[in-house]
């Protein structure tokens, strides 16, 4: 099976999983657990930073698998914050080239972030994977990720 038809077999199973739960984080923690183990061990580190009710320009971490991650995040620093600020996806080949790039795990040599929108089209988090590998990530991760990302909160 193909990268596309994994992402394929991954929205269907993520989007009847999700189905009716009502907890947003079980949904996050559901897919980031999914995703990790669909794509390991190129994915190193997968999972949310959630935009804070308390603190709307800043993202805390939410569900993951991986190492360590950083806290907060404010909206337009590193990777995750240039795509919470501007609400699209972040293809990052290597992320020591990137302004502003936040090491949270200095293994990290590539990333993609993409942006998670609720029913009402209001940014809700931004999921975050990364890799070991430079240049690990392509546009078949990014049409995946995204068509994931798209019914994470809708379905």
Same mark, same amino acid.
């Given at each position: ?23 947003? /984080?079980?949904?996050? $923690? ?6 990790? +183990?669909?794509?390991? %061990?190129? @994915?190193?580190?997968? &999972? ?50 990137? /302004?502003?790039?936040? $090491? ?6 590539? +990333?993609?972030?993409? %942006?998670? @929108?609720?029913?009402? &089209? ?34």
């Amino acid at each position: 099976m193909d990268r596309a038809e994994r992402y394929a077999e991954l929205k269907l199973e993520i989007e009847s999983l999700v189905a009716g739960e009502t907890y947003v /984080p079980a949904r996050y $923690a559901s897919a980031a657990c999914l995703l990790a +183990e669909a794509f390991r %061990p190129r @994915f190193f580190w997968t &999972g949310f930073y959630v935009v804070d009710p308390q603190k709307p320009k800043e993202l805390v971490v939410g569900p993951y698998q991986g190492t360590l991650g950083c806290l907060r995040i404010p909206f337009g620093k590193g990777v995750c914050g240039a795509c919470a600020a501007n609400g699209e996806t972040q293809l990052v080949p290597d992320v020591h080239a990137f /302004p502003g790039h936040i $090491a949270c795990d200095s293994r990290s040599n590539s +990333e993609i972030v993409v %942006p998670v @929108f609720d029913a009402d &089209g209001k940014l809700a988090a931004v999921l975050d994977v990364d890799s070991t590998e430079f240049d690990a990530f392509d546009e078949v991760d990014r049409e995946g990720l995204e068509a994931i990302c798209k019914v994470l909160l809708t379905a």
